[in-house]
């Protein structure tokens, strides 16, 4: 069984998400990493599901969905294509450079929802520990025992999103 998980719909399960909301899975499948790192001291490979699926959801931001700042509008994703040596693929080929860029931009996409998702645990230690100690107690959680502890979930703000600004992840 695992040790933990964080269980969020799928993002197959959604038409439409904003980056914003894009970005706020990605922190929050930061936070278990995050967590271990705050309360213990140091990292393990728990939280390795996670980071893959952060990961994947990062790149398709940037080969997708056109949600690159500095490759905008752009989608890598292509029809099948046959290069010149018989081999083929399903992503349209691109340059070097552009996979340089892709790169730097998923990590600092990534590095912010890490620290960000630090950030919150931190601040938040207190409900974390209770929330740990719920489930100790109870070997699960549900929505009211999170209401409980972390309180209703914030209002959303004019523009939609629900994270107040100084929660948001802005990259």
């Not at 599901?49 to 509008?73: C, P, W």
């Not at 292509?78 to 290069?83: H, L, V």
């Amino acid at each position: 069984g695992a040790l933990g998980y964080t269980l969020q719909a799928p993002l197959e399960d959604r038409y439409l998400m904003s980056r914003d909301e894009i970005l706020g899975r990605i922190r929050t499948l930061m936070g278990g990493r995050a967590a271990e790192e705050v309360v213990f001291g140091e990292i393990s490979t728990g939280a390795s599901d996670d980071i893959q699926k952060a990961s994947r959801i990062a790149r398709e931001m940037l080969t997708v969905y056109g949600m690159s700042e500095k490759l905008r509008n752009l989608s890598l994703v292509g029809e099948p294509y046959q290069d010149f040596l018989g081999g083929g693929g399903r992503d349209a080929p691109h340059s070097g450079e552009i996979e340089k860029l892709i790169g730097d931009e998923q990590l600092a996409i990534l590095t912010r929802a890490y620290d960000d998702a630090k950030r919150i645990v931190t601040e938040r230690r207190a409900q974390l520990e209770k929330l740990a100690e719920r489930l100790l107690a109870q070997e699960k959680v549900d929505g009211a025992d999170l209401l409980e502890i972390l309180g209703p979930r914030p209002e959303p703000a004019a523009d939609g999103a629900r994270a107040p600004e100084s929660e948001k992840l802005h990259v």
